[in-house]
């Protein structure tokens, strides 16, 4: 294995990225538009903001609420950065002074704990989510600092999570605890990045290395405190794996537990593998992707096949009404995929990344900006509906955060390197080989497959550009400058990699040819046997009560006729729709006859795909993925 | 609609019924000398028994332990009236001595109130299964006094009744509560009948009628008291259907809720139909029959399709996995359609009954006779396997009441009609025209289809024999000595029926063809689109793991080759086995790939069918019922 570092890239940062294209822009508009001032609504009416006034007759704080005020500073800065927005920049300032109003003189910061039950800090790691919260507001003090240059959030999460390090760390007078909910470790490492301040990183590592150590911290902690859900976890059947302490990290190998967790978590590990050189644990994250990608994700991208745990079951168990796959953990597999990137150019990961944000992220908010989804199933019978909010509310901010980012997932870059991950239309800003190059990017995706780039450059520069082919297109064509460039000859690792002198006005035009596809489930996964999707470019399909007839699961697909793909500008905001003849199952002879020694008949119908990530945005019905195939 | 009484039959007693064939006989020899005797072990090393001493310092009893041991007796009674054995009679009659015992002096027995909390002596009516244990103990003593002649249970549970009578009733003075899990209304009619005392019948009846109305006996009842289940029960979503006391009975129209309780109440008010009469109690059975029948039954017969209410959900909704389908339910309707057979003998309820009965009854026990399925899914990965007991026992000695006593669910007759329900070889003795009539059974049921008759009289009797030709039999041939008999001419609701003047050594053989079937479900049943059960005769099978290639779930049936059935006596205790070819999913291709656009590729593979009720009981492993069908 090659060192680490050799490898390594950075994201190109949001402040060197324009999107401007048909798909993405719009939905950043809403995100701005719509929904940040929306969730900041939601966070003033269900008493959020109000408890950081820590006022004993004021709203007794749930222990996540401060996560959430947290993702939407983030959101929000993400936005400012991109848009100035004074009056949301003074909102943001105005919550900003109530935190530092709420932050204790040692820093400690906590609405919950300060108002509720003071004498239990650092008592209930398992369960209090105190550290993640933690790990939230420096995720938001980074990222205003980095969109405002304003120190004011900055300063409050330094303050606090100096006066962490002061209470967990190796030395013998410090806790040896880390959280029960991951977050605070990848935050600690944002934190280091944007400080160069070595405590932090060492603090990310010490609870990563701590986790799943024996004895365990938790089974100690919870002999003292009866934790927040330990009604709950009494219940769990393995509340280690749950929450990622059953091992040290570098010895799991298996995806399990709760999927926001896992995400997080690994995030870290990615995120500190890269930083210290950690061979170990960019091992363990590899092993660990190996399970995920291939046998616990839904084709959607999203994870987690079970509402109880809120997470993983065992390889190859993919029900799809009972699918949990929640927006965060889909999200969350957008940052992991999104960190592996850096370590690694290989073009799997930027599929995954692909996967879930084209449809187990993007199903998670409404085509209005203004309602959620908490899971995502791959089935609904008509009772699954998005939400305009939820007492646990994580999901909101945090699509809001990605979206408000989105521009950092596009391209990447080391000294002599520019790699493209996702087509995006708009522009990025350089400076590669010191010089500065713009790179433009223009195409109609992921309704078409021909992208176009040009380069903008003062000078004639040698470096090499990367461009992810995606796994899903068999037959992509390259050219530069009009001339055919061979792709198989200069593929790395699923990037065609163009290494020459690239002068100003350079054109690039990759095609990628976009049939409508059926995708099959690995044999072992029970759920689909028989069944097929139906996958375009990187949209997977799912067809709804509203366009079909009605029972939707006894609709099956011949194996054989064609599917047509057509581009419908009114449908859903514009969308490429599949259609094609199916065979549904006639109920009419059975009566109420439930049994019977014949086969139901079959009847000709005309079936109706949408993308999966536009559903329930028309009236209420039912909706599947996998469809029986005969 | 006629009146109840003209329609009305007796199910011939036990008394009168020998079983002699090669299925059930040698399983209720089983029953006799392995599950009886190891259940009074089991009574006696969980405390059960012990705790009936109602010492202090003795066992604490759960609130079911009573009815564990009345349903033990009552099994025991009726093998004791088949086969005497003086040890199995003066176990019966100690336990009896400690019931006694354990009887307060106003009647009322119920070791866990008398020794737990006898402050709360019927105030938490909807939890605690006080009226519950009751009415086993009630079932348990009618039992033992038509066995034995013995009144020493029938006494005690006469004065607990003539006290709970004092207690529960129209009048001002008395509570006009009802028991969360029905059980003592269909007991009470039983005590009635032997004892011909009207006011267990209007006890009955009082029961039933209030059940449901408003204002809820519940709701007032828990604002005193926290109920025994109450931290359960304040999940459920609807705890009024989840006991049928949604709406008064006569009412309710879909099956809902705790399927044993369901069945427990609706044998109550079929029972009561036919005593007072009636019909709009009928009809209400009816039509929660109709509901139940063509919507809400496995085709094993099992009933309940979640675990968490033990019972039904939505029309339709049959899951196979997690099917909950207990026991104890399958029992209870086998009780009621036997039940609904006296006062309609209408072949489909007999139907029904043998669905159970061969299905999902007779798979909740092991075939050694030791160990029992609390739950019988319809398909299991493999981690599923029967117990030797439960924590809350009630299916082992449910079983074993059933197998105990099945000679009364074969023969019906009024005054001038002998009905023959179920193919079981033996004899039955009747007194028809003041005849005595010996009518001989003989077959290799349910493996064979040839069944032959044999009358015995003293003289020549004019009679109508009904004769119940299977709803799964397509082509029924009848032969009264020697010469064809012409079904199609001359059958009523599912019954051959010769009416004739019979004589001595009359001989009648049915002929039930018995191919292998495929079986389909409604196409409304979405677990079960594309996927074909096999049956032959009242046998339903599955495929399980030990028998085939793993992964059970990417096994097909092509829709037109042969299955052979084959009788096996080397195979689980002698069964006929079905032999096939189908195809398989190659997983070989696969690798660590979970999506494709080609579909796996299929390998022949030669499949097993067993009989569903024998499932696991040899090496661990999957098992399925439903097999997907190309």
Known sequence: MQMIKDGQYKPLPLQNVEINDTFWKPKININRLHTIPFQYQQLIETGRIAALKLKKDGPVPHPFWDSDIAKWIEAGSYSLSKHYDPELDQLIDDVIVLLGKAQEPDGYLNSYFTIVCPENRWKDLRDSHELYCAGHLIEAGVAHYIATQKKSLLNIVCKYADYIDTVFGPEPNKL??????????????????????????????????????????????????????DDLFRTFDNLKEYNQSHKPVREQDQVVGHSVRAMYLYCAMADLALEIEDVSLLTACERLWNNLNGRKVYITGGIGSEHKYEGFTFDYDLPNETSYAETCAAIGLVFWNHRMLQLDCDGKYADLMERSLYNGVLSGISLDGKKYFYHNPLASLGDIHRKEWFGVSCCPPNISRLLASLGEYIYSQNENTVSVHLFIGGKGTFNVQNQNLVLYQKSNYPWEGDIDFTIELNQETEFKLKIHIPGWCKDAKLSVNGETFNIEDHIEKGYAVINRKWNNNDKIRLILPMPVERMYSHPDVRQNVNHVAIQRGPIVYCIEGTDNVNNLHSISLPSNPELKAEYDENLLGGIVKVTGIAQHLDIKPWDDTLYKSVPPEEKHTELVAVPYYAWDNREPGPMRVWISEK
Chains 1, 2 share one sequence.
């Open 176 to 229: 040896k605890g880390y959280c029960g909910h991951q977050e605070i470790e990848l935050a600690l490492i944002k934190l280091y990045r944007v400080t160069k301040n070595d405590n932090y990183l060492k603090l990310s590592q010490f609870f990563i290395d701590e986790r799943g150590r024996e004895p365990h911290y938790f089974d100690e902690e919870q002999k003292h405190i009866k934790g927040y859900f």
